[in-house]
């Protein structure tokens, strides 16, 4: 990987992580963490997306 992942490579590493896995940790910069996080809020219940772009 790259050290200026994207949206689509981030995602990508996601889906292809084994299922036995339980916990999957993600570093990296903006904007490609920021991308992942707002494509994982989408359209979240409450006020989670508002809480996340308040410690932008």
Do not use: C, F, K, Y
């Not at 292809?16 to 963490?33: A, K, M």
């Amino acid at each position: 990987m790259t050290s200026h992942a994207g949206l689509d490579e981030l995602i990508a590493v996601i889906n292809e992580t084994s299922d036995d896995v339980n916990d999957l940790l993600l570093l990296g910069g903006n904007p490609g963490i920021q991308a992942v996080a707002d494509a994982l809020v989408g359209e979240a219940e409450g006020d989670l997306l508002a809480r996340m772009n308040r410690a932008a």
